[in-house]
């Protein structure tokens, strides 16, 4: 079940946490993986030399999701090199916290920028060769946190809430062209990003979480992997929770 021999798929932020463990996956089941990072080089070539040490196709795909030429760029080069682009993972993000007062514009810009004008810009440059193939599957990485608020992250939250109501109109959008467009919405996963966090709040969440535990990068690649795959054709505009129970 779930194979995807054939396919072509971009994970953005693959180089590390949840975007490895999904282009890890997405790759373990046959496809040809596109590894994406901004300034993560080295973790990237780590994630291809995995993939290729397990039997798989991957290779490393540099560009920030945060500049609109460097994305179309990008785009445009896989569909020529490769003939096509399957699957998309829009899973690169960033977050810069603080409570609303402390909030500089500059820092809303950059968030604004990668987490949601990156991901509608991915989104519009990959619908071109998903419409000439007939086939496609977009998934984007939101976050509870755009479901639920969280203090501190007004700027992170209004990026990851947008994602949703971007997903349900490129969902209708291109339904008729059999691109299915999907978001996941982890809880909380132990990553990089979360790895900062004051021990207080880790402990507040895994009480908060009826699951009582972190959830891991595999957790949400195993979401991301049924998304992509041929036998989730009949799914899309959802938004698919992969939060313990956080918030249900
Ligand atoms: P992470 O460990 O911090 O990794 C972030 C990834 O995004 C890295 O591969 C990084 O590459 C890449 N990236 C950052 N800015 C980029 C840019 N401008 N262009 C291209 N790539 C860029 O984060 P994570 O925890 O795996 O999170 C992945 C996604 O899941 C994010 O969208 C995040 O918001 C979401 N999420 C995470 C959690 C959680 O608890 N961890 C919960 C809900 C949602 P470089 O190293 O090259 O910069």
């Known amino acids: 079940m779930f194979r995807l021999e054939g396919r072509v798929a971009l994970v953005t932020g ?3 946490g949840i975007g490895r463990a999904i282009s890890t996956m997405l790759a373990k089941a046959g496809a040809e993986v596109l590894v ?9 070539r780590e994630t291809c030399d995995a993939i290729i040490a397990a039997g798989g196709k991957a290779e490393p795909v540099g560009f920030d999701v945060g500049v609109t030429k460097a994305v179309e760029d990008a785009v445009a080069k896989i569909a020529k090199d490769k003939g096509r682009l399957d699957i998309v993972i829009s899973n690169a993000g960033i977050s810069i916290d603080g ?19 990156g991901a509608i810009m991915l989104a519009k440059a990959a619908m071109r060769p998903m419409m000439r193939a007939k086939f496609g599957r977009i ?23 947008a994602l ?11 339904a008729s062209r059999a691109i299915t467009v999907n978001a996941i919405t982890p809880g909380f996963i132990e990553t ?4 900062s966090l004051p021990e207080e709040a880790k402990k507040f969440m895994i009480e908060a979480t009826p699951l009582g535990r972190y959830g891991t990068p595999a957790d949400v690649a195993a979401a991301a992997m049924y998304l992509s795959s041929e ?5 899309t505009g959802q938004v698919l929770r992969v939060n313990g129970g956080l918030y249900v």
């Not at 971007?166 to 959008?173: C, F, G, Y």
């Not at 990089?192 to 790895?195: G, L, P, R, V």
């Open 192 to 195: 990089d990003m979360t790895a």
């Open 99 to 117: 409570l609303l007062l402390r909030l500089k514009e500059e820092d809303l810009d950059k968030v604004l920028a990668v987490n949601l004008k």
């Open 231 to 235: 036998e989730a054709g009949f799914v």
């Open 36 to 44: 994406n990072y901004a300034k993560g080089e080295a973790a990237a």
């Open 14 to 16: 693959g180089s590390r």
């Open 164 to 174: 949703l109501g971007v997903t349900k109109t490129l969902a209708k959008e291109y």
């Open 139 to 161: 998934v984007f990485v939101s976050s509870v946190v755009g479901e639920m608020g969280n203090p501190g992250q007004t700027a992170y939250a209004a990026t990851k809430a």
